[in-house]
């Protein structure tokens, strides 16, 4: 049973920075790459980054690329998202995910989602 708990999430002005964290568990979390999606109120939920097993590859979104940041610690199951200059379409319920498979660039999500941590930026 995999499972994905994320945190970081709160109230932050326009041109503010959070960082999200998510603790992965019940899975060898080091073999496969991660993602982060989110999902904004009435929208589908949309790919925000990935970032391969070892941190060496990562993929973003255009509308986030040079403002957010994926990394990744293995030795303590955890994967993060610095986002910086935020901006109110950043609003969102922010998710972790682990890859179905081993492919970043088209990362394809497995069916092992964590709870969410709300984003909200106010302008």
């Known amino acids: 049973q995999v499972q994905l708990v994320e945190s970081g999430g709160g109230l932050v002005q326009a041109g503010g920075s959070l960082r999200l964290s998510c603790a992965a568990s019940?899975?060898?979390?080091?073999?496969?790459?991660m993602g982060w999606f989110r999902q904004a109120p009435g929208k589908e939920r949309e790919f925000v980054a990935a970032?391969?097993?070892?941190?060496?590859?990562?993929y973003y979104a255009g509308s986030v690329k040079g403002r957010f940041t994926i990394s990744r610690d293995n030795a303590k199951n955890t994967v993060f998202l610095q986002m910086n200059s935020l901006k109110p379409e950043d609003t969102a319920v922010y998710y972790c995910?682990?890859?179905?498979?081993?492919?970043?660039?088209?990362?394809?999500?497995?069916?092992?989602w964590g709870q969410g941590t709300q984003v909200t930026v106010s302008s």
């Open positions: 995910n682990t890859a179905l498979d081993y492919s970043v660039t088209y990362y394809r999500p497995s069916e092992y």
């Open positions: 970032i391969s097993w070892r941190g060496s590859n990562t």
């Open positions: 019940g899975r060898t979390f080091s073999n496969y790459p």
